[in-house]
């Protein structure tokens, strides 16, 4: 039994090893790039979600900034609300209607449909990172003056990055393999390769096989790579101590250099201090 | 009133119904050291972060050489730049190192040359005894070195005054000594600050003049001789009794 498996999938490779190939590389472009999209989607609307509103503030600032929450959030709660299968073929289809053109290449719409979908979800992550940073943080940065894009790119974001990393890397899982869903408008990514194997030589599954193994086997090596770059961003666990004044005395990490200063045996000695 | 930098008039802040302040005066003049005493809840925080901004004021204004800060004329982001805080939980940022803290401000709001704002920031870090960390983060350094870093950092910023905000009530009592000494030598230098504190012997010994409050309202001011000594209003020798008894 197993022996006509694998003879099976030994057929289907030989024959259409290079379309599986293809189709893995359109999905990890397709799901890399609308991730990144997403992200910085996310931020930015992270960033701009939370702009301080005080009571003092003049109407109009007020009100663009209470309309900027509400479309944020309508965006949010549509595109997090519906189906990206559903989405795509929205916007697709859609286009002609409104702007009386269509999209010719398949591929900016496939990365605009996926990549608006990660941003709603992005969104919500980045709010919620966000949140988590201690409010002295952002006070600290008000007290020496910096404004609120200032204190978000250089303090804040940095860290929501780090803290929502966990976050990120589930929306790529995701998109590795929900871009699968994009076939629908006839991108040619790797689960459309199976569609179309599998009816050209009626091996079903043969081909399931070998896209469930390729689309673990990404999804696994994203997570390994995930993972390492979640310990970079970790920063080193130790700092190097600069220490021109060698009388300087740095509790339990002083480097004892033949004899300590106050050794009479030290160059540094200076006597008995009282 | 030449000298004077800072003047709150007619100060009042309410939470909800609740009134924190209420009609506060009070001037600060170039190199006095103001220590501010009180229970806790009797408005001296509030009144700090009121004077740098952090609370939007009920009524009154705030005077910066004279000109109102409160009135949405000036910059306020320029104002709180030249007007230093420290905070009670040091508040440093956890992702930069000991020494982007002083710089970033410098280089995000003075808008000070690369180069110039690594000199400066070393140079406060020297003064605060932290030149030797400037590679660590704050998560691996103590709670009185944290404090002093936040004092370097406001001071990289070359602030007029210089706000303390109960700046050693977090700290472990063996590091209270190393940020007072910072502070002592900062007064010494004719730095102008209002502090926020409990330590009586630094309101005795280091200021030039000692407010009390208490409910919202600036009880008895004035020299500490006078003040801490010989105080004439019945609530502040309570108050110094209770503390300074047992």
Known sequence: MLEQLFSDIGIIWAKYG???LTGIWNTLVLATVSTL???VIGFVCGILQTIPCAKGDNLAKRFFLKLLRIVIRIYVEVFRGTPMILQAVFIYYGMPYFFGMAFRDIWTVSILVVSINTGAYMAESVRGGIMSIDAGQFEGAKAIGMNHF???LSVILPQTLRNILPQIGNNYIINVKDTSVM???????????HKMVSGAVFKYFPSAFLEM???LFLTLLASFLLRALEKRLQGKGNYELVSEDQLVMTAGTYQFSGAAPYEEKSRDYQGEKP | MSDSILEIRHLSKTFGNHAVLKDVDFTVRKGDVTSIIGASGSGKSTLLRCINLLETLTTGEILFHSESVTGGKINQNAYRARVG???QSFNL???LTVLDNCVIGQRKVNRVKKDEAVARAKFYLKKVGMLPYINARPAQISGGQKQRVAIARALAMEPEVL???????ALDPEMVGEVLDVMKELAAEKMTMLVVTHEMSFARDVSSQVVYMADGVIVEEGPPSQVLVSPKDLRTREFLRRFLGE
């Open chain 1, 18 to 20: 290079t379309v599986y």
């Open chain 1, 37 to 39: 999209i997403g992200c």
């Open chain 1, 150 to 152: 200032q204190t978000m």
């Open chain 1, 183 to 193: 076939f629908i408008i006839g991108f040619q990514d790797f689960f459309a390769v």
């Open chain 1, 213 to 215: 193994g390729g689309y």
């Open chain 2, 85 to 87: 805080m420290v905070f």
């Open chain 2, 93 to 95: 940022f956890n992702n």
């Open chain 2, 163 to 169: 706000l303390f905000d109960e700046p050693t009530s």
